[in-house]
């Protein structure tokens, strides 16, 4: 073991930020970088959104959203390439989550209260341990207050709507831009102004704006600032 390692310690690492701004695929490689488990807690919202759709859950009502609660079972697995996958009652999630139509309904979803206390509950589980990547909405600001690192993505609509695009058409699926944009505009409303752990920028977040970065950029500054904090430098 080097001598870099011994003196490593673990920390939580808490990205929030907008639809599309580049934070899962981000965390992705900070967390491969650093040795880290990644945690994808939108991915944990996106199979419970599908979750619903496949049970026909009507979301205004509270004993239909407990007890599809009580039968969603997520949890988080590495594959042979060493990456972080969700499983849904057993099944990789990742082929059915991505949608358009998982897209219009997670916001609505994400907003119950019921639901975020039954995710928050399992996100902080996970990260008893730390040495842990995890992105969303609400890590820095409600699920992990004492991150020792919270970062806070964005980017502008524009470059957000077409990474999305390029996103889905990679999977298959080709949707309109303008279609995207609007989805996304309607996405940061709701996360912004529900009255359940909304989108908020948490005070001790350190802003990194992605409009202009290349991939490699963002993750490298982000690897950078974790490191200044993992080896006390």
Do not use: W
């Amino acid at each position: 073991m080097s001598y870099q390692r011994l003196l490593m310690k673990k920390i939580i690492i808490a990205i929030d930020g907008h639809s599309a701004c580049g934070k899962s695929s981000t965390a992705k490689v900070v967390a491969k970088k650093l040795g880290y488990m990644y945690i994808d807690s939108g991915a944990m919202y996106r199979a419970t959104t599908y979750n619903f759709l496949q049970e026909g859950v009507d979301t205004k009502n509270p004993g239909q959203v407990d007890q599809a609660l009580e039968n969603t079972d997520i949890q988080f697995k590495i594959d042979g390439s060493g990456n972080s996958q969700v499983l849904l009652n057993g099944t990789f999630a990742e082929e059915f989550i991505r949608t358009m139509e998982v897209n219009q309904h997670v916001s609505e979803v994400s907003a119950i209260s019921s639901v975020r206390r039954a995710m928050v509950s399992q996100q902080r589980q996970i990260g008893t341990e730390k040495g842990v990547v995890m992105d969303g909405r609400d890590i820095g600001s409600v699920v992990f207050p004492k991150a020792e690192l919270k970062i806070f993505m964005t980017a502008s609509l524009e470059v957000r709507a077409k990474r999305r695009q390029k996103e889905l058409q990679e999977k298959g699926v080709f949707e309109e831009l303008s279609d995207i944009s609007s989805n996304l505009k309607s996405r940061d409303e709701a996360d912004s102004t529900r009255a359940d752990s909304p989108l908020v920028q948490a005070e001790d977040a350190i802003v990194v704006d992605t409009t202009h970065l290349t991939f490699n950029d963002q993750v490298d500054k982000i690897v950078k600032l974790a490191e200044q904090i993992i080896y006390d430098r």
